[in-house]
T-cell receptor
Framework: DAGITQSPRHKVTETGTPVTLRCHQT?????MYWYRQDPGHGLRLIHY???????DKGEVSDGYSVSRSKTEDFLLTLESATSSQTSVYFC???????????FGQGTRLTVV | GENVEQHPSTLSVQEGDSAVIKCTYS??????FPWYKQELGKRPQLIID?????GEKKDQRIAVTLNKTAKHFSLHITETQPEDSAVYFC??????????FGTGTRLTIIP
């Protein structure tokens, strides 16, 4: 498996609290992505990064922010968690958009 | 931006029969079309991919076909087995543009 790790793997948090998920890679890949997976919606892109400090929005970016201060780390922050953000979050990496993407193990987030 | 549509959303086939999943894409510049398999509780993993300079690619029981003119590509699984039961995602991208995924197909193999 590619060197990509997500933390935490599971989290339960209360509505209104900030939450940060971490994606760490050891592959030195340029691109890093955050997706959320919900039944009936497949994998929806939240934000992605194409280099240190270079990020862009995906299709479901409202309520989320990201940061990439080092090549190996990509952080996803839910500024004020809501129940609609209960989901499974996947991080992915690749070197170019047109190459294989490797996924992390996923983080199951529950907002109560 | 790119839009990828995937059909059907669910598919059940008898063990040993073939399964076909179809995707269409909107950006004619897209040139990379991977397929990912996600088993229950696990991460998506690449099973096969195709580039726009190729019309078909096979790997044992799986194959992908691409029709650039119609902007659609398909995954074919022959001689299906119980371990083929999973969710399958298609995707499309161009160069350094991000991967865009379809909504997934839940494939169930009936013993």
């Amino acid at each position: 498996d590619a060197g990509i790790t997500q933390s935490p793997r599971h989290k339960v948090t209360e509505t209104g609290t900030p939450v940060t998920l971490r994606c760490h890679q050891t592959e030195n890949h340029r691109y890093m992505y955050w997706y959320r997976q919900d039944p009936g919606h497949g994998l929806r892109l939240i934000h992605y990064s194409y280099g240190v400090k270079d990020t862009d929005k995906g299709e479901v970016s409202d309520g989320y922010s990201v940061s990439r201060s080092k090549t190996e780390d990509f952080l996803l922050t839910l500024e004020s968690a809501t129940s609609s953000q209960t989901s499974v979050y996947f991080c992915a990496i690749n070197n170019r958009g047109d190459t294989e993407a490797f996924f992390g193990q996923g983080t199951r987030l529950t907002v109560v | 931006g790119e839009n990828v549509e995937q059909h059907p959303s669910t598919l059940s086939v008898q063990e040993g029969d073939s399964a076909v999943i179809k995707c269409t894409y909107s950006d004619s510049a897209s040139n990379y079309f991977p397929w990912y398999k996600q088993e229950l509780g696990k991460r998506p993993q690449l099973i096969i991919d195709i580039r726009s300079n190729v019309g078909e690619k096979k790997d044992q029981r799986i194959a992908v076909t691409l029709n650039k003119t119609a902007k659609h590509f398909s995954l074919h699984i022959t001689e299906t087995q119980p371990e083929d039961s999973a969710v399958y995602f298609c995707a499309a991208s161009f160069g350094n543009e991000k991967l865009t995924f379809g909504t997934g197909t839940r494939l169930t193999i009936i013993p």
